[in-house]
């Protein structure tokens, strides 16, 4: 009986996670293409390795105050306006910025307001998902999209192996606008329909009667946002210059550059579902299914700066963001769709993101200008303490509730 009264449930989350997935697929492709082209880019002469440096830091940077103040405003607001216009204007900026190369100030600055509207999209969907799905169902809507995330790393891949780097940005940026019309046409529609609706929470007051930020702290918050920075890095700039990485450190050309990257994000784009099988097979135990993460990256990170064959380095640094990029997913996938009943699903989903992209922002910069003064075997190391301090924050204080 209660399969059958499920199925009406599964179903309606079988509508918004695929009109959100959809949606982060077109965010994610969009967000990954400077790295994707930025071995091209730098060949041509159209920008140097500073310049892009600092092109992605502008963009983590606005992306991550986007973050932060879309995701305050994403709990008042409804999904559709805010994803909608957020998807449409980041497209607009995509286009222009690829005929904008001759004027450094200006790309800068419209790449910038690129991640500024793509900030727009997380936030809200997550609270719309949180609030308009049961439980068990909100896990599988959230691995959905953040399986979209990280496929989105191959798409650009293909995208800069077989168009010029000024027709990938174009791609995209028709990819945004088509996406952010569409969503607004179809969350209109579900919400005639009954299958999205607003404010579908019980507000929980702290325990020891404090306002919103105690209800977070008592929710882990601290633990949840050096998750946040440290996985941040890895997920967000480790892969940004994993094209450079290929083509500096293990002297493949631009083109195979960009071809194993594709392959390779690909493999990585598979971590959402690994990282609930791990989920599921230690009893949902979210805090131990990181602390298992944080471990595998840190070995596999040590493997990476020790081994020198080509092919090998490539697997076992395939293998270290997977690893990370597990412990994300808890983060993203779980952790904050709980947050459901604190009725701040939107505005701490978009604190998170923005310690995340902060601490990409600086160390996409600090990455840039470290690889000419320590190399890029030194940098591995510095992946590995990240790792290390990972599963520091991640080791167990107390007896504590699986979120």
């Known amino acids: 009986m209660s399969v059958f009264k499920l199925k009406p449930e599964a179903r309606k989350a079988i509508m918004i996670g695929s009109m959100c997935s959809l949606s982060y697929l077109a965010v994610y492709i969009a967000r990954n293409t400077l790295g994707a082209v930025a071995p091209q880019m730098t060949e041509t002469g159209a920008f140097t390795t500073e310049q892009i440096g600092t092109l992605s830091s502008i963009y983590f940077i606005t992306y991550a105050f986007g973050q932060l103040i879309n995701g305050s405003i994403g709990d008042k607001i409804k999904a559709k306006y805010m994803i909608s216009f957020g998807l449409i204007m980041a497209g607009v900026c995509n286009g222009l910025f690829a005929s904008l190369a001759g004027t450094p100030m200006l790309a800068y600055a419209t790449y910038g307001l690129s991640g500024f509207f793509l900030s727009m999209i997380y936030g809200p969907m997550t609270k719309v998902v949180a609030e308009n799905t049961e439980p068990i169902y909100t896990t599988r809507c959230s691995l959905g999209y953040t399986f979209a995330s990280f496929v989105g790393s191959p798409m650009a891949g293909v995208l800069a192996v077989f168009l010029a780097w000024r027709g990938v940005f174009s791609t995209a940026s028709a990819a945004l606008l088509v996406m952010g019309a569409f969503c607004f ?14 404010g579908q929470y019980r507000k929980q007051k702290s325990s020891t009667g404090g306002g919103s930020i105690k209800v977070l702290i008592e929710h882990r918050i601290i633990k949840f946002t050096l998750i946040s920075i440290i996985t941040g890095v890895v997920r967000t700039t480790v892969v940004f210059w994993l094209p450079t990485y290929l083509s500096q450190h293990l002297g493949f050309s631009p083109d195979t550059a960009a071809l194993l990257f594709t392959v390779a994000t690909f493999v990585i784009s598979m971590t959402a579902f690994v990282a609930v099988f791990i989920y599921e097979r230690l009893k949902r135990n979210m805090d131990l299914t990181i602390l298992l993460a944080f471990c595998s990256a840190a070995v596999c990170f040590t493997m990476v700066y ?27 996938s779980r952790y904050c769709p709980s947050l459901r009943d604190t009725g701040m699903v939107s505005g701490a989903t978009g604190f998170l993101d923005f310690v995340s992209y902060m601490s990409a922002s600086a160390s996409s910069t600090i990455f840039a200008n470290a690889v000419s003064v320590i190399g890029w075997g030194n940098l591995i190391l510095v992946w ?16 504590q509730k699986n979120a």
């Open 384 to 399: 590995l303490g990240l790792m290390i301090a990972g599963i520091v924050v991640a080791l167990p204080r107390k007896k």
């Open 185 to 198: 046409a179809v969350f209109s529609l579900f919400e005639r329909r009954g299958i999205i609706k607003y």
């Open 306 to 332: 020790l081994m020198k064959n080509p092919a090998v380095n490539i697997v076992f640094m395939i293998m270290a963001i997977m690893s990370s990029n597990c412990a994300a997913s808890m983060l993203w």
